[in-house]
């Protein structure tokens, strides 16, 4: 059992996603390389402590909010569904898959995986940004209008705003 041990950590800690599992009172059983690394601590300094005790205030309050989404979910519903957020936090954005996971001890703790997109984030938003402007003037491109008009019609269509949409299209 000691050598899977072993291999399971070694496994973990190749993955640059920030691993971890926390026990039913929020204090973490294990981590991963790439979560002491985030922290600026050993593992041995974040086992067996809570994010208040590892991070600051407004940080570990701000990680609190998604651990209790987890347990939210756990006492309204059977079904134990991971939750998946992208997260801004000081300049960068993160996917954070946080879910229920039974314990030995039959209670629940949240286990969690949590991924730097923040150079995804920002290509995508580079490529809408061109989806929806002409390159020449840089002004909305008639794609934007249809869909804006489509959104519209999803929801309370004003008809008087469709039409100086359609003015504005036939302009172009």
């Known amino acids: 059992m000691e050598n899977f041990n ?29 979560a ?25 309050k701000f990680r609190r909010l998604t651990d209790d989404k987890v347990y939210h979910q756990l006492m309204v519903s059977s079904e134990k569904k991971r939750i998946v957020e992208e997260v801004e ?14 314990l030995l001890d ?18 995508e938003k580079q490529i809408k940004y061109l989806l929806y402007r002409d390159s020449l003037t840089e002004l909305y491109n008639r794609r934007f209008f249809e869909e804006e008009i489509s959104d519209c019609a999803g929801s309370q269509f004003d008809p008087d705003l ?4 359609i003015n504005l299209i036939r302009t172009e």
């Open 6 to 34: 072993k291999l399971y950590q070694t496994f973990i800690d190749a993955n640059d996603n920030l691993i971890y599992l926390k026990d039913n009172k929020m204090n973490y059983l294990f981590v991963n390389e790439a």
């Open 36 to 60: 002491a690394e985030f922290y600026n601590k050993s593992k041995k300094e974040i086992i067996g402590k809570n994010d208040y005790q590892i991070s600051n205030r407004e940080f570990a």
């Open 89 to 102: 936090w000081n300049d960068r954005v993160y996917k954070v898959t946080k879910f229920p996971v039974k």
């Open 106 to 123: 039959g209670s629940y703790g949240v286990g969690a995986f949590i991924g730097d997109i923040t150079e995804q984030f920002e290509k």
């Open 162 to 165: 469709a039409a100086e949409f």
